[in-house]
């Protein structure tokens, strides 16, 4: 399931989300959708499948597009015009992007490709990502 956020309060909580791909969202934004339509999206204070309350999360310094396993950061990237092997990042659960003008397109192991708009986060799921691209465009294409 996907859901688009459109503000930088959510970039911390961009946590992992069952399987496939989703967006984070504002834990207010699904607290006020009905439950049979509320998105699967989680916050910094979500519980761990445990139970257990989540560390604090290392937070994604302005102009970077970060990767995350778990709470730990894997790698941040803010180079523009290529596409950038993401090495460490290669088992990253999530990312976010902190940019305020500039999408990011990550692609993944099997060759699909995401755009994360401005301000963005993304939970990854099972996919694996391979390769990050900051474009200096506001939209994705």
């Not at 699967?40 to 597009?65: L, N, Q």
């Not at 099997?110 to 506001?138: L, Q």
């Amino acid at each position: 399931m996907r859901i688009r956020i459109a503000t930088a309060a959510v970039l911390t909580a961009c946590a992992m989300a069952g399987s496939g791909l989703a967006l984070t969202a504002p834990s207010a934004a699904a607290s006020a959708r009905p439950a049979s339509s509320a998105p699967r999206a989680v916050s910094a204070d979500t519980r761990t499948e445990t139970g257990a309350s989540t560390a604090a999360r290392p937070t994604c310094p302005y102009p970077y597009v970060c990767f995350y396993n778990g709470n730990t950061m894997t790698g941040k990237f803010k180079d523009t015009g290529y596409w950038q092997k993401l090495g460490a990042s290669r088992n990253a659960k999530g990312a976010v992007n902190t940019r305020h003008d500039d999408v990011a397109y990550v692609r993944f192991s099997d060759y699909h490709t995401i755009c994360m708009k401005p301000g963005e986060g993304w939970a990854f799921g099972s996919a694996h990502p391979t390769y990050v691209y900051i474009s200096r465009s506001s939209t994705c294409h």
